[in-house]
């Protein structure tokens, strides 16, 4: 196959967009995109480019005193009717258009194009970020090579419709189980029916009052929800046994330790296991090139609320935050589309950043 990143689509962020999202990339299938952006790197002069999978890493070593990364990922959501891209207007359709070919096209047009940028950058274009956390390549490059994520800070290229998104909410699972004895439903006081027991559990949720939390001027709203209810015998049987699962999504001033003291805290009494557990990211805003970054981009950050790739750079103690042009409303969706607009102005703002003063 011809490499479709030709010099005239890297020089342009809309067509390197457009021609990212013609090679399919479905999670698992990253092999064919990763060589074409590999051969590309290779090909310039000024960066050092290396695979780890179908992970490409590419940088600058100019001896600056400040390194920066740039990270985006390579796969998508499965196909939904939506490949190739079509354009409409102003809009690009197409699966990845949003998430995240646009904000992978900022990387690769800028590695590129900018021989001399005011920091060192390190490029990232890695696999699997839409599927199951042990396939991700920024956690499989931190397993083999963790050199190459060291960095001051870093900008996840993740759609956030052209705002800065900083640092991100945790996210914990538990379950909470409340006992009781069997018996026949024909003479029910023999027995303690367990699932009246988890109205108790219920009551506390409806009445829980969400935190909202301010870090370095970004607002985090908490959540905290039942998201699946099990239990029963039979139909003649009062059940023994009732299990809620617990879903806390929590502002990054707490550790999964503290998220899941304030589990116990709330369901005092109760029996509670928790079964997953991942945690958030401070914003991380006074680092000065983030500083800088939010001055190129001029308008006023928020909190990212879902989990994203920022929480590996945090846990490393590097200063992350997500920004692309894509809306991230329409990720996933079978009509997700970005707007020219929208690229170009993120490509204008990464450049007056970058771009030596
Ligand atoms: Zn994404």
């Given at each position: 196959m011809e490499n479709p990143l030709t010099p005239e689509v890297l020089a342009d962020p809309v067509a390197l967009t457009r021609a990212l999202v013609d090679i399919e990339s479905v999670s698992l299938n990253e092999k064919a995109i990763?060589?074409?952006?590999?051969?590309?790197l290779r090909g310039v002069p000024h960066l050092t480019t290396?695979?780890?999978?179908?992970?490409v890493m590419a940088?600058?070593?100019l001896g600056r005193s400040q390194r920066v990364v740039l990270a985006g990922?390579?796969?998508?959501?499965?196909?939904?009717?939506?490949?190739?891209?079509?354009?409409?207007?102003d809009l690009m359709y197409g699966c990845g258009t949003s998430d995240m070919k646009s904000g992978v096209a900022y990387a690769l047009h800028l590695a590129v194009t900018l021989p001399d940028p005011r920091y060192d950058v390190t490029y990232f274009f890695y696999e699997a970020e839409e599927i199951e956390s042990r396939y991700n390549g920024l956690l499989l490059v931190g397993e083999a090579h963790p050199e190459w994520l060291q960095a001051d800070f870093a900008v996840l290229l993740e759609p956030t419709y052209g705002i800065v998104e900083a640092g991100c909410q945790g996210t914990m699972r538990a379950n909470v189980t409340t006992y009781g004895e069997r018996a026949h439903a024909a003479r029910s006081w023999h027995g303690v029916n367990a699932i009246h027991g988890a109205v108790e559990v219920l009551r506390r949720l409806t009445a829980y009052e969400a935190r909202r939390v301010t870090i370095d001027g970004c607002d985090y709203r908490e959540g905290?929800?039942?998201?699946?209810?099990?239990?029963?015998v039979a139909g003649n049987v009062i059940p023994?046994?009732?299990e809620i699962e617990i879903n806390y999504r929590y502002a990054p001033d707490r550790d999964p330790a503290a998220a899941e003291a304030h589990l116990r805290e709330v369901f005092a009494g109760f029996d509670l296991v928790v079964t997953d557990a991942a945690a958030g990211a401070l914003p991380g805003l006074e680092a000065p090139p983030a500083r800088?970054?939010?001055?190129?981009?001029?308008?006023?950050?928020?909190?990212?609320?879902?989990?994203?790739?920022v929480a590996r750079f945090a846990a490393l103690g590097i200063p992350a935050l997500n920004f692309g042009p894509g809306d991230p409303n329409l990720a996933h969706h079978k009509d997700e589309h970005v707007e020219i607009g929208k690229i170009r102005d993120g490509a204008a703002t990464l450049h007056?950043?970058?771009?030596?003063s």
């Open positions: 990763a060589d074409c952006v590999e051969e590309v290396y695979r780890h999978g179908n992970t940088r600058t070593e990922h390579l796969d998508t959501v499965p196909l939904n009717n939506n490949f190739p891209s079509t354009m409409r207007g905290l929800n039942a998201v699946r209810i099990e239990g029963g023994d046994r009732c800088e970054f939010l001055e190129a981009v001029g308008a006023a950050p928020i909190g990212k609320l879902g989990w994203t790739d007056r950043w970058l771009a030596s």
